[in-house]
Structures are given as C-alpha cells and as structure tokens.
C-alpha cells in the first residue's frame, strides 16, 4: 500500500512538473513586437505565442508597436497583454499610416458580462505613444546589439525610424541607432516561391510599398524574410481553436480567430513562423537560404539574389518542419497562463479545475520517404498547400 502511494504521488508530481512552463537555459531574447494588428488573426495568435515564450523565460516583450492606423488596435493589444498579466508593457501606434478600419475582432474590447469588460484595458488608442519615439526610447535604453525585431505587419514604422533625426531620447539618427541597437530584423513579408505557379504579390509589402522597398535596401543589420509560402504551408488547426482554449471562459486569442473568420478553417501561420523563427532559432524549426539581398520591385514584388556578402535571407521549410512547428504554434499559444499573473486573468477556480491540456499534434514519420526531413521545402509546400487553398485568404 505504502509503495502505491509513493507511485500515485511521484505520478501527480511528475505530471505537474511536465505542464509548468519551463525556464529557457539561454537568455531571453530581447523583442519588440511591431504588427498590423486587426487586419488578420494571425498577429493575435503570435502575440499570445509571444506571450507564453516570456513565462518561460525564453523572450522578454520591451514593446508593441502598431503599424495599423487605427486607435482601437492600441487598446485591442492592450487588452491582450492585459490578459496575460503583463499590461505595463508600452505600446505605440502609427501616425497617419494604412487600414483604418477595426475589422471585425478589434471590437471585442466593448464586451461586457454582467456590467463588466470580458477584456479589461487601459490605453485609450488615441493616447498611445507614436510608434517611432516609442522604438526610439526603447532601443535607446538598450545594450548595444542586443534587441530583436519581429516586423509582422507593415515596414511603415521600421522605415519611418530610419529616418529619424537625433533627439532628447538618443543623439544618434534613426538608421545609426538601429546599427547600434538592433541584432536581427525579423520580417514577415514578400514570397520566395510561385503561389499557385504565379508571381505573388504579398499583402504586407503592397500596403506601404515605398516604405518596404526602404527597408530591403537600407536597413543596417542582417534580415531573415519569412515569405507568404512559409505561413501558408503551416496551417493552424481548426480543432485547436474550437478545443485547447477552454480553460478560460472567453480566452481572447479563440474568441477573436473565431470572430475573424468562424471555424472549422485553419489559418495560415504567417506571423507565427516571423516569431518562433528567432525566438527559438536552435531548436531547427526552419531551414534557411544562403545569403544574399531582397529587392522590393515596384510593383510589391520581392525578389532574392544570392550573395556571399548578402545581409539577408528567408525561411524555408520541409515536411517534418511543418509538424514541429504546428505543434510548438499549438501548444505555446494555447497554453494557460501562468498561476502568478493578475487574478483577472485566471477563470474561476470552478472552471480551471479539469482544464484539458493542448493536443500534441502527430509528429511526422523519419522513415517515409515523402517525409524525409532532406525533402526539399518547395516539395513540401506543395504537399500542403491544398489545405490552405481551400480556405479564404482575405489578407495576404
């Protein structure tokens, strides 16, 4: 009897232990969050992603900045750091910028239960700080060389910064200090393959072409692309959406996907793939090309030309990358929040007890052929791509 005890404790410690965050042994990585948030679901899920990363001490969140012109993104971010017990963390927004309109999840912060916000905040868009002096205060209070950028929206507030002058907040000029500042820009934007054996024109470059092609050719510091191919080969599951989320009552990440676009439909990943790339950069969630420089062509076009010397390269990935990487999406931003955040962030204890945890998607066998992790990454996109053409593809 003594014996079966010792096993049916060990077996609760152990499973408690496997289902606590678990504390990165390389140090955080610093990241600023700059998005078009509300224009497509996707930035929603990679902040949240973002989110579950730094409570595992793997990233620490220095700011959002907002490349939507559209005050009630600021307190839609807000909220979403809210929910996560982290809404101190500074947010900016760009100043006669692109895409006014809310969409259709921004309004989700009007919600009310019982007289009371489902989705507390505090920032009043209109109040939020312009995007430009807010990157500039952040980076300026920085070591050198070690801030990374995760650009998942418009590059309107990227090449903005490059362009500004020297002020109160630093005596560099906006491209020496992001020389100085920045270690890797990371971007979600352009293609680097045919979609559908066509040229594709992506959604994030051909909203504010100017400031895209000003980015490719002028930014300081290395560049690693991740192409509309990528995102649209790592589908999210449907099933995640509608299941792994029920922990909470009104988990703002499932309640805004399904305000976007109702399931079942799984949602490209484009945002998501620009994150976890450079956040986990060891753990091989993704191939790369060999150096070499991106144009943006006048037309929104983005071409890659291999050079030795090149600051740039975009993301590739095969068919065993693909589940490993749906099931890190999966798991990270589903997971519970930390016990420690703010109690509003926690359901009522009732409805935590018995909390599901996420599904660990199948991974992909080593030893079938068309499986291969050699398998080359056009290969694999085409092997996935009819899912992700089924479905509407309003934004990209």
């Known amino acids: 009897m003594r014996h079966h005890r010792l096993v049916v404790v060990f077996a609760l410690c152990l499973t408690a232990a496997l289902h606590r965050p678990v504390a990165s042994a390389q140090p955080p990585v610093d990241l600023i969050f700059d998005t078009d948030i509300g224009n497509d679901v996707d930035d929603v899920l990679a902040l949240g992603m973002i989110h579950a990363l730094q409570s595992r001490g793997e990233c620490n ?24 017990g982290r809404g101190d963390t500074p947010i900016g927004i760009v100043q006669n910028g692109v895409t006014p309109d809310p969409g259709t999840f921004l309004p989700l912060v009007a919600r009310k239960k019982n007289g009371q916000p489902l989705y507390p905040y505090d920032l009043e868009g209109e109040q939020a700080e312009d995007a430009v002096t807010l990157l500039r205060r952040v980076l300026a209070s920085r070591p050198d060389s070690s801030v990374v950028i995760a650009q998942v929206g418009f590059s309107t507030n990227l090449a903005r910064l490059l362009d500004s002058p020297a002020d109160d907040l630093s005596p560099l000029s906006g491209r020496d200090l992001v020389a100085k500042k920045v270690r890797l820009l990371s971007v979600m934007a352009g293609a680097f393959e045919p979609i559908n054996g066509n040229r594709h024109l992506e959604y994030n470059v051909v909203q504010d072409i100017p400031a ?41 990440l499932s309640e ?99 909390q599901r945890q996420p599904h660990r998607w199948p991974r992909l066998s080593r030893r079938s052929g068309s499986h291969r992790s050699r398998q080359p990454a056009g290969q694999a996109f085409r092997v996935f791509y009819a899912a992700g053409r089924e479905c509407d593809l309003p934004r990209h």
């Not at 969140?61 to 996560?84: E, G, Q």
């Not at 192409?227 to 649209?232: D, N």
């Open 212 to 252: 895209a092609k000003r980015l490719a050719a002028e930014w300081p510091t290395e560049i690693l692309y991740s192409g509309f191919e990528i995102g649209l080969a790592i589908p999210y599951p449907a099933r995640s959406i509608q299941e792994d989320y029920r922990w909470h009552p009104h988990h703002i």
């Open 256 to 354: 805004s996907s399904i305000a976007y676009m109702p399931p079942p439909h799984n949602r490209p990943t484009w945002d998501l793939t620009s994150v976890l790339a450079v956040v986990r950069p060891s753990h091989s969630y993704f191939g790369t090309s060999e150096p070499g420089t991106v144009t943006v062509e006048d037309d929104g076009g983005t071409r890659f030309e291999a050079a030795a010397d090149g600051r740039h390269r975009y993301l590739t990935v095969d068919a065993e990358q693909i589940a490993r990487s749906t099931e890190a999406f999966v798991n990270l931003c589903s997971e519970p929040v930390a016990a420690d955040a703010p109690a509003s962030t926690q359901p009522p204890a009732d409805q935590r007890r018995g």
């Open 61 to 84: 969140l220095l700011a959002v900045t907002i490349s939507k012109d559209c005050p009630l993104a600021a307190s839609y971010t807000d909220a979403v750091n809210t929910f996560y």
